[in-house]
């Protein structure tokens, strides 16, 4: 007897038991299409996302508000660093860069302001920050302060991992060197 006779005979003897395996069947399809269609909707939005970063980080897209700068073409503001002297555009900087840190999530724990000249880089104001901060909120808080106004330059990065006892934060401590342009006195 073949297996197409047997199902036959199946079906014919007993109709219930047919029914049921059918019914089986449309379930597990139905199953199975809208498992793929979540995955690939689920696919679709990270795609979606990482397009957006890329976009933002080439400087193709403008930030939205949501991400810390102004919602225009161009960020407005002085590409230097403002202050009658050089200690007030030294206070200006750390508060641009402890106001970044706090927007994304982040701790500021010291900073030291560096207005000493330095031959190689005249008019330049320094800090060097110690900071706790998220993965994800480090890469918007460098995307913020070199993308911004005034025009900033991270020359100095240290990440450290969390300690095991702080993995519950998830924070990264991180020593972050800053300097700005400063115009001088006008």
Do not use: H
Not at 12 to 25: G, H, K
Not at 93 to 119: E, F, K, M, W
Not at 152 to 176: H, M, N, Y
Request: aromatic content about 6%; overall charge negative; cysteine-free.
């Amino acid at each position: 007897m073949s297996k197409a006779a047997s199902i036959e005979a199946l079906a014919t003897q007993s109709p219930l038991a047919a029914s049921a395996v059918f019914a089986t069947l449309i379930v597990v399809f139905v199953f199975v299409s809208v498992s793929s269609l979540v995955d690939t909707y689920s696919r679709y939005a990270d795609v979606t996302a990482t397009a957006d970063l890329l976009a933002r980080l080439e400087g193709r897209k403008p930030l939205t508000a949501k991400n810390g700068a102004l919602p225009g073409n161009e960020p407005s503001g002085s590409p230097y660093l403002d202050g009658a002297t050089v200690t007030i555009a030294g206070a200006a900087l750390l508060q641009r860069v402890a106001n970044a840190v706090g927007r994304y999530g982040g701790n500021t724990l010291s900073s030291q302001l560096d207005v000493q000249p330095d031959p190689s880089n005249p008019g330049f104001v320094s800090i060097l920050s110690s900071i706790e901060i998220e993965q994800r909120g480090l890469q918007e808080l460098l995307y913020d302060l070199e993308a911004g106004m005034p025009y900033l330059f991270i020359g100095q990065l240290d990440v450290q991992a969390p300690e095991s006892a702080d993995q519950k934060t998830g924070k990264l401590r991180v020593l972050l060197g800053v300097s700005g342009k400063w115009q001088g006195a006008k």
